[in-house]
């Protein structure tokens, strides 16, 4: 099988990884990619959403399956690009179609969908500038802290927390006046859930589904979840708290639902399902959905699934998944990220990365690498992830850590108390 995965962070050096251990791999490209993608498969310079170009790629290199690593390209729809076009339907396409993208895409969409099926969400109400005294209002109905989102996507960052009621009408109208440019012209703005968060994925061939491995991430770029937002500072998996009560709770009140209400509502959806969830006193509770899988969990969810990757993605394809096994590493994954000095704001890019052949007993997922004349470089604000397997979660860490002190280069940042917080629950 000749597959095109599309993307270039760790996510995608993880997908690529475990899909070249698969016996019916027969060549690998990956577009753009990065410099860990190029030691495993062969990196192509096309954009993610350049269609046209990914068409003609697919086209003159007998492409038999397109596996799509970030959410642009799916929520602007390549699915049904492909789907339509008599030239490339014959290619399977992992990832849901354009309407099984507004999951994501709309957090709108997304809220009234879990109404629509009884699936467990904060209450929330949706306005634009035309309604912003309505939203005012549901805010005054509201105990602090208030919860304001970007209906449309905004790479990660559309999401404001605020403790002070006038200062979220403040930042209610800033939104609306495009604080976000058009994904923040629609504001959902949800009451505040006290819990602890983990995530779910699943991968489903719209009938069938299967449960992959859940994780923890860290989003927070300091010590003790503390400072901005990022993309993603280090995931664990399991997670200890996520006992069998809780994931049977998963599974019949949020799983299966969704995985009705797609089919219910003929929407087509081949591929991931990330849940976003929060642990409410023993009730899981839906906070975001996304339409692929997250980064850094990839890293971590992916080395626990012991079968074949692409023979699951073909069961996707052909909505035989469920006669496809899954088989999960009972042992426990820690990731650590690696960043630019100065991430999640301004960074610089170019530097020499030192001692990635000194790691040792750890799987190295490259995110912001690129291969230069001098050697491996930075390139973007997260630039490697350190994955590490161990009997414990304790084992576990030890390793990533270790490892994760014999790479250097100019202005690195890592978090140093990543699962820390999950070590109470073991």
């Known amino acids: 099988m000749n597959v095109l ?28 990619g990065n410099a860990g993608t190029a030691a495993i ?5 096309l954009g993610v959403t350049d269609f046209g170009s990914i068409k003609k790629f697919s086209l003159e290199n007998d492409i038999d399956m397109l596996v799509v690593g970030p959410e642009d390209p799916l929520v602007q729809g ?26 994501e895409g709309s957090k709108d969409f997304a809220k009234e969908f879990m ?82 968060e983990c995530s779910f994925f699943v991968l489903t061939d719209g009938k069938s589904y299967k449960i992959l491995p859940e994780a923890k991430d860290y989003k ?52 991931f399902i990330f849940f976003g969830l929060i642990n409410v006193n023993g009730d899981p509770y839906v906070i975001e959905y996304n339409v692929r899988m997250g980064d850094p969990e990839t890293e971590v969810v992916l080395p626990r699934v012991k079968s074949d990757l692409l023979t699951l993605f073909s069961g996707v394809a ?11 590493d009972n042992r426990f994954a820690v990731t650590v990220m690696i960043v630019s000095g100065g991430y999640p704001g301004t960074y610089e890019k170019g530097k020499l990365i030192y001692g990635l052949d000194e790691v040792d007993d750890s799987i190295l997922f490259h995110a912001g690498t690129t291969l230069t004349e001098e050697g491996v470089c930075t390139s973007g604000g997260r630039v490697i992830a350190v994955t590490s397997f161990g009997n414990t979660l304790q084992e576990a860490l030890t390793k990533s850590y270790e490892n994760v002190k014999k790479i250097s280069f100019e202005n ?12 109470r629950f073991v």
Not at 41 to 45: A, C, F, Q, S, V
Request: net charge negative; aromatic share 8%; hydrophobic share 40%.
């Open 5 to 32: 995965l599309l993307g270039s962070g760790g996510r995608e050096h993880a997908l690529a990884w475990k899909m070249r251990q698969s016996k019916e791999l027969n060549k690998l490209f990956i577009a753009p």
């Open 41 to 45: 498969g062969t990196n192509i310079p």
């Open 78 to 103: 390549i699915y049904d690009y492909f789907q339509k076009d008599e030239d490339l339907c014959h290619i399977a396409v992992i990832g849901p179609s354009k309407r099984g993208a507004q999951l």
């Open 115 to 196: 109404m629509r099926h009884n699936i467990p969400t904060a209450q929330h109400t949706t306005v634009t500038l035309e309604t912003v005294e309505e939203g005012n209002r549901f805010l005054e109905s509201l105990q602090a802290p208030y919860v304001l989102k970007a209906d449309g996507l905004a790479a990660g960052k559309g999401v404001l927390i605020i403790n002070d009621l006038n200062e979220a009408k403040h930042k209610l109208w800033e939104m609306l006046n495009g604080m976000f440019g058009a994904s923040s012209r629609k504001v959902v703005i949800e009451e505040f859930l006290s819990g602890i």
């Open 220 to 271: 927070r770029v300091g010590e003790g979840d503390t400072g901005l937002n990022t993309g993603g500072m280090g995931a664990v998996s399991p997670v200890p708290f996520v006992d069998e009560a809780f994931r049977d709770k998963v599974e019949k009140r949020i799983i299966i639902p969704t995985i009705d209400g797609l089919r219910k509502e003929s929407i087509d959806y081949k591929g």
């Open 318 to 328: 052909m909505e035989t998944l469920d006669k496809q096994s899954l088989e999960i």
């Open 412 to 423: 690195m940042y890592f978090r140093s108390d990543i699962g820390f917080d999950l070590l």
